[in-house]
């Protein structure tokens, strides 16, 4: 009797803690996640208060014109445009910056981890806002390069093929001091003497590096390649404010492509909650297929 009483207060217990917390979570994430769902099916256009129809199921219908239309595919496109600058640009550099400042391979540290770092702390809509200037047919980057070429004139942002190369340098240089800091966070929890040990049984800096380093770290890896892969599909911001999507649309990614269905000329919410499941399916595959490979191919922490 004594004990059954104790099992139910342990419940009662464990629910008041744990209530609060999932009522937050189905109201903020998971409620939204499957309002966007049911609505994608529907052909709710803002109702019968904005002169819609009144709402009904269609099924797949939103997928199915989503899938034929060509601006979707080149959003998706640059989207992974962006995911291979993450994973395969900010990451590793982020990795070696980290490194060679926790090796002490190079003077005033600390001036190139904050130098490496600022970028992540500045407002994108005004790194935004710099860079379009740089690149601009007028800016710093025009006259620089006309010191080698004369007669070179600027296309970048008018040349649908070449518009989303400024994107993608500047989402590689803005992030990767996330990255440092993470890395160096985690560096710095490695046990001194394995690498000593390491450096007194004779092993070359590489193979410090990818003996000890590396295994120690492959759970840090996979937590920054999801976190890149999460944050590479939800860019908007920078996006927005350093091209808009132009030319032609031609730099538009997921999130400005769901953007531009919910809010630009008519609206057509069912679309862009059709975009935005896509997005997170598309996301949690990618983060499936990361966990995959980690499992299969990382080292032991």
């Known amino acids: 009797m004594r004990r059954n009483q104790l099992r139910t207060e342990e419940r009662r217990a464990y629910w008041l803690l744990v209530l609060p917390a999932l ?56 989207n992974i445009y962006i995911m291979l600058v993450s994973l395969f640009g900010q990451i590793p550099l982020g990795f070696l910056f980290a ?49 080698f070429i004369p007669n070179w ?24 001091g996330t990255y440092l800091i993470i890395f160096l966070a985690n560096l710095q929890k490695i046990d001194p003497a394995l690498i000593e040990a390491a450096r007194i049984d004779g092993a070359t800096e590489w193979q410090v590096l990818t003996r000890i380093i590396l295994p120690c770290l492959s759970g840090v890896i996979l937590t920054t390649a999801i976190l890149a892969i999460s944050g590479s599909l939800k860019s908007f911001d ?29 609206p057509n919410y069912p679309r862009a909650n059709a975009i935005s499941v896509s997005m997170v399916l598309l996301s949690l595959a990618l983060i499936w297929i990361v966990q995959l490979t980690e499992e299969r191919f990382g080292g032991r922490e």
């Open 23 to 78: 009522l937050i979570y189905w109201s903020v994430v998971a409620f939204p996640t499957v309002f966007s769902l049911v609505l994608s099916l529907t052909n709710y256009n803002g109702g019968r208060i904005f002169g819609g129809q009144a709402i009904s199921f269609v099924g797949l219908q939103h997928y199915v014109r989503m899938f034929k239309d060509p601006y979707f595919w080149i959003s998706l496109k640059n």
């Open 99 to 147: 490194y060679v400042i926790h090796r002490k391979l190079v003077k005033q540290r600390d001036f190139f981890q904050t130098m490496i770092y600022l970028p992540s702390v500045i407002s994108t809509i005004v790194i935004a806002i710099l860079w379009q200037s740089f690149f601009s047919p007028y800016g710093p980057f025009t006259e620089l390069v006309q010191k």
């Open 153 to 176: 004139e600027n296309e970048l942002f008018f040349d649908p093929h070449k518009a989303i190369l400024p994107v993608l340098f500047v989402i590689l240089w803005m992030y990767t």
């Open 238 to 266: 920078l996006v927005f404010a350093m091209t808009a999507g132009n030319p032609a649309r031609r730099t538009s990614v997921l999130s400005l492509y769901m953007y531009d269905n919910a809010f630009r000329g008519a």
